[in-house]
């Protein structure tokens, strides 16, 4: 945490859209590059309420309303940022990434590498991932796939503290930054939060690519992001009256990806469990193993698992949803498992 | 039973659909977010008059209509809109996915993904030489997706027997039409890419069958792709919980007295001498119907845990499908 | 190998894009359904010439040109295919699947899904990979990204035998299947494979989903595809004449990833080094490393490693697209510090 | 030296810069798909008589004759095409992606995405009160993009000061533009969509740099976006290195002959009493200064490996960037 910003006054308890609403209200107020645009964005003040009376405050030049036109008005971001604003663009679910991948990854991941570093492309992305019960076309979370493609940076904050400090650490930044919201916490009251439910009234940034660890333990380490950090927690709690002390970090960053917390963990505990709401193959989890093996070696691992959406669409009924996204009795069995190896 | 007395009821019955499920979100028992239909009955019984077996359908996250339009049968459509196992998908889709390959009806909850697959339909069509068109639905927010003018353009291209309909209900979720489209509009998009457009005010339903039967009639005829663009209310929010503040009171209420297809159907057959209790009472016996239905529903049994793990590939590969 | 088809008449020699071309054509002369479509495929008989003549064999019901829309063919593919239909639709360049990823996953991958296993999309993309000096926006290989959602299979053949088994497997999967087909061999000779170079005439099929070892040899285990198997048997040489032996399996398929294949080398070599074209990171290479730390444990393994693009775009200058894609020299390197761990 | 005589010039010197590309094919020095815009320097001409400082573009895989009209200097320019260390992106970004934001100019290799990138421009120079305008370049071919519709429509929406300039060559790759964009064409679509429709034929460089003039007055004047159609011949293959087999002989034939912007304006200058001695002169010194100018790259020296890995992101982070 940035002692400085944490000894200051602190937010009220609001939920975490509105936290979000404020967060982008005192970045605009601080930089006046900075825009936002998307669909609902204005005069509807964000679908999850996220961007409620930005347009009041700064008006229609800066916070704009979009066409369902994803792709133009990402490539149009992009434009911006190269025109020296700062556009912060909301793609209204991470599912829709596939109707505007190509601005993404080959102009806005790109551009700076291709133009030998000569121009810059600092855009943040925010877009809702996860299941909230809105089947195969509205709960992925695809942060692994985006992770996939060099000239990103990709955050995905757990708790109200990050969900500031990352978005402001992404509007800072000279580089695209997408961040991932979680659908589940919009509506959540900060107070209702675990881990950094006590947010600082002046703007501070949590460093996009750094870790935390917000549960020691030395028997497991399990590595998670996003809401999954809440329902590893609940676990650890189980796990410990069995007997367990996990040791519980929070990767908050997907790129760059803090391999060395980890490792530093994995180290002492020589047990890992990846916990992620993506799909299990081709994503987060299997890098994060592999980076695993690679920083301590294969002798430095004594048992190492993964808890993710088990490479099925997401099913509507809630039945079949509770079954692919790791719940907390998975990460308890799963967690004993790998200890009792 | 006259023929308009046939529509009153029909829109009855879909306006009791929309309704049955609207009861699911409020009794909790169904999650996401729901988009009814519930002003756009013009739009759905236009469809169902000139809609033939062999036709395709492919629908929006607005979809219910098209498909009762379409012929899917309403008991496991309204299943697979509270996620039993008995819904069409064994409630692996929801009420964002209907699918019912039997009636060649599918749906999707991606804005501007209709169209795409709708054209792939009617170039079946042709390939196999069906008597038959595809019909893509969107609203008017979608027609502002790159999907739209790229099927449009391909659909003229090739002559492909497809019939875009435009359910134009002014808004995008917050968005109004006139913030999203740029003028000369929908229409004019449809003709710059070598349509047939067509226009109709759907809150008068009469006039939108016949003005449906026109498009339809062309498309039919060969002479090449057409769209119509048909104009209609949506008396709910976007999704069901929607707060729809972004419309006025006023606004609302005007929109409900005079664009409601239901209520100016009924007050025509009522100048056209029709019994007003009788009407009412059709509507009631329908409502009824509708929520028998509900209950049968309600007592289904969700799909069991292990239906996660299937359908996902067809193909049973040597060591699993990843 | 299909042991009956090997035993028939081959091919006479002639370049891959030739080859494609004949196994489109015995395909869609053996099943009507059968279509193809795309940018350049009618008239100008393909970019590579993979297409060529089947507009004059089947007309232009069944060969059609596109315009560049390729959201819009692709979804037309996939109507196409939930009608009876099996289209294989041309993506040109695979780093043209952002520009249509939307309806690839989210309606190809997952409609057989949602629709609880009632509606089919077989269709088969064919897309060109990997570099050939064409720098970041056409140098992709991105199987790794693709594989990451689930409904679609994934293949990257390696030599000829593989390009018409595994092509023809995809025309007559019911599923949807994305082949990766390299740039750099569409205008190789047959003769000139050091694998597979013998094609049968006949028409045959290669399993999706089953790898096979190129090449035994009990130091350590290559796991690769495409382009990079023969660069990692020109390795393999090197190392042998060194006194190393590597076991080289060709992946052939991403989805289904044939980890039992590879699990098997592995427990018998203990090491592994993967070989990938694509990004580094959250792609294929992390997903093999992965599981082999499932199927054969910590314990199972004394070394591992990995080579792929290391997570920056592919630059244009030769000298330095060089440095980013793996080369001889530097997998008999990796291998030999792998061996000698 | 009379204006037309200097546009004369700058002709040449757009085509003997492409053919200084050309030969690195030849000489196998370059690799990749290498575009050229050789018959379409009435395009350029008119791109760069209209075109201030301030002003945004952004081109396409042909994107050349667009950089040298908006001034992108030739040295660093042909450096980054020949992919050495004095290039405009120090080798890294090659042919397909050239950059000079001191110039505003910036490419892409992907069809369609040139022009929500120029949208951004003009809505940054809408923003930053600036006095330029943003063009955003597309092939006839591109304009059969959803990003070529949504960005149209965008423009209108917020009337950005945006012009949209088709190089309408009658082809993509080996697709003609009657096969490919149903009618009634280019100019029709930029109208449903609410801009000012402009069409030139660019085989007439001076009607080019005319008709372009009016389309840039039209932007600059506030009233809204617009779109210019400018005809012309690709006289190569799409690429350096293409069998160029879809189009007949004669039709290549008859392009050269009648097509060609540099020709017909040499023509129109001897008619007007100029020494085509003298136009040939200066025909041959601009060429011999830009073989003169490819020597020179030549010898600059490839960019050093380590370059590989430099300039992913601008931000420096505790453990790396991934
Ligand atoms: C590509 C995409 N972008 C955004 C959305 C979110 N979304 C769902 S419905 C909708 C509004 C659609 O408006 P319209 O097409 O007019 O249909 P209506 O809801 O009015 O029936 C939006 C933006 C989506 N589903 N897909
Ligand atoms: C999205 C996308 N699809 C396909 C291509 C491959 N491609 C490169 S240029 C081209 C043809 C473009 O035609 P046009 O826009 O008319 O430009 P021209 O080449 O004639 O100048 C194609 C299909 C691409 N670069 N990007
Ligand atoms: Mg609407
Ligand atoms: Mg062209």
Not at chain 2, 52 to 80: F, K, N, Q
Not at chain 2, 217 to 230: N, Q, Y
Request: proline fraction near 5%; include cysteine; hydrophobic fraction near 45%.
């Amino acid at each position: 945490m940035n002692a400085e910003a944490a000894r200051g006054p602190l937010l009220p308890d609001m939920n975490v859209s509105r936290l979000i609403a404020t967060t982008l209200h005192d970045e605009m107020t601080a930089d006046e590059s900075l825009l936002v645009l998307g669909e609902d964005v204005a005069h509807g003040g964000g679908t999850f309420g996220a961007t409620r009376n930005l347009l009041r405050t700064f008006g229609e030049q800066r916070v704009r309303d979009t066409p369902i036109s994803e792709m133009s008005f990402v490539g149009m971001g992009v434009g911006l940022a190269m025109s020296g604003y700062r556009p912060v663009v909301e793609v209204m679910f991470a599912d829709f990434l596939g109707v505007c991948l190509e601005q993404i990854v080959n102009a806005a991941a790109k551009n700076r590498y291709m133009s030998g570093g000569s121009v810059n492309v600092p855009m943040t992305i925010r877009t809702a991932a996860g299941s909230i019960g809105v089947a195969a076309q509205h709960s992925q979370t695809l942060w692994g796939m985006l992770a996939h493609f060099p000239g990103l940076h990709v955050v995905a904050p757990s708790n109200p503290y990050d969900y500031r400090g990352l978005l402001s650490a992404a509007m800072q930044s000279d580089d695209p930054v997408v961040v991932f919201e979680h659908k589940s916490v919009y509506l959540r009251k900060l107070s209702s939060f675990r881990v950094g439910a006590e947010v600082p009234a002046e703007r501070y940034t949590v460093p996009i690519g750094s870790a935390e660890i917000v549960r020691t333990g030395g028997d497991l380490t399990i590595a998670t992001l996003s809401t999954m950090v809440e329902a590893t927690l609940d676990a650890a709690d189980t796990l410990s009256a069995n007997g367990i002390e996990a040791e519980v970090v929070d990767l908050r960053s997907v790129v760059p990806l803090d391999a060395d917390t980890v490792a530093e963990s994995v180290g002492r505990t020589r047990r890992l469990l990846v916990v992620d709401e993506d799909y299990r193959s081709f994503g987060l989890s299997g890098e994060l193993m592999s980076r695993m093996l690679e920083a301590v070696g294969p002798r430095g691992l004594d048992a190492v698992g993964r808890l993710a959406v088990p490479d099925v669409p997401i099913p509507a009924a809630l039945d079949l949803e509770r079954v692919v996204i790791p719940q907390v009795e998975a990460i308890v069995a799963e967690s004993t498992r790998l200890v009792e190896k | 039973m006259t023929d308009d007395v046939r529509l009153y009821e029909r829109m009855c019955l879909m306006r009791s659909f929309e309704e049955a499920c609207a009861s699911g979100v409020r009794d909790g028992l169904l999650r996401g977010e729901l988009h009814l239909a519930i002003g756009h009955e013009g739009v759905g019984v236009a469809l169902e008059e000139s809609l033939r077996p062999a036709d395709y359908v492919v629908a929006t996250h607005r979809s219910h209509l098209a498909a009762i339009a379409a012929g899917v049968p309403l008991r496991p459509m309204l299943a697979e809109i509270y996620e039993r196992a008995t819904g069409l998908s064994s409630g692996k889709g929801g009420h964002l996915h209907l699918f019912d390959p039997e009636r060649r009806f599918s749906s999707t909850g991606i804005v501007g993904s209709t169209l795409p697959v709708a054209l792939g339909h009617a170039a079946a069509i042709r390939l196999a030489g069906e008597d038959a068109i595809a019909v893509g639905i969107t609203g008017d927010g979608g027609t502002n997706s790159g999907q739209f003018a790229e099927t449009l353009n391909m659909a003229t291209l090739w002559k492909l027997p497809l019939l875009v309909i435009v359910e134009d209900n002014g808004w995008g979720i917050s968005v109004a039409a006139s913030a999203s489209i740029a003028p000369p509009g929908i229409a004019a998009r449809a003709r710059a890419y070598g349509l047939a457009a067509f226009e109709t005010d759907a809150t008068d339903p009469l006039r939108a069958v016949a003005d449906a039967a026109e498009a339809f009639a062309h498309v039919r005829s060969g002479a090449g792709p057409a769209l119509l663009v048909a104009t209609c209310h949506r008396f709910s929010g976007h999704y069901e919980g929607d707060p729809d503040l972004y419309r006025t009171t006023a606004e609302k209420t005007r929109m409900r007295e005079l664009g409601d297809p239901i209520a100016n159907l009924r007050a025509g057959l009522i100048d056209g001498g029709a019994d007003p209790a009788d009407l009412d009472e059709r509507a009631a016996r329908i409502a009824a119907e509708i929520e028998q239905l509900r209950r049968e529903v309600l007592a289904d049994s969700a799909p069991p845990a292990a239906d996660a793990f299937t359908d996902v590939v067809a193909s049973i590969t040597p060591g699993g499908n990843r």
